[in-house]
């Protein structure tokens, strides 16, 4: 089946600091989505991305569709300790989505 | 907008009972609704894709007798899991799929079920 691979696993930043995180595929996507979810919640939608190439920001996330299709970047600038959490990407194709492994985000006061 | 509810949001029951858990898409229409099982520090699995009207699509491995899906309306789903055992304990999260070809769906905020 189609599997993204979502990197790195986790990190541990100092506040202030950026952060970047990707998801590849072998499968082609129409839609790559990007998640956040705090512990004991449902994800919580954060960019989505519709055209290969689109560069789209919310806030200080900002998050790329692979002009391949095949993979995605989210980058957070500036980060806050309310930034910690699991950050998961999702590509979507033939009625279906799928979920990367998710990056644990820790950010240091 | 785009707000999905799940209710209720934890439940505790005795092994062989049944629990019932439901999916409301609150300011949009959901021809498609989507239940996840969420193990600790692990990502999404899918379990079954529910369309309004139809019966569901079980993912490979799921057993369609113990977690039994009703989409009745474009705003309601529900997921019963009958005669849960210890098990089946877990975090379980409903999404919702928008309509007018976006392909994005929105999550509800999870169901977290403990059996003893």
Redesign the interface.
Known sequence: GQQLNQSPQSMFIQEGEDVSMNCTSSSIFNTWLWYKQDPGEGPVLLIALYKAGELTSNGRLTAQFGITRKDSFLNISASIPSDVGIYFCAGYNFNKFYFGSGTKLNVKP | G?V?S?HPSWVICKSGTSVKIECRSLDFQAT?M?WYRQFPK???M?MA?SNEGSKATYEQGVEKDKFLINHASLTLSTLTVTSAHPEDSS?Y?C?AETSGG?????????T?LTVL
Not at chain 2, 104 to 109: I, N
């Open positions: 785009a999905v799940q498609t989507f692990q990502s999404l899918l894709t975090f999260i999404s976006t392909d994005t769906q929105y999550f509800g905020p999870g977290r």
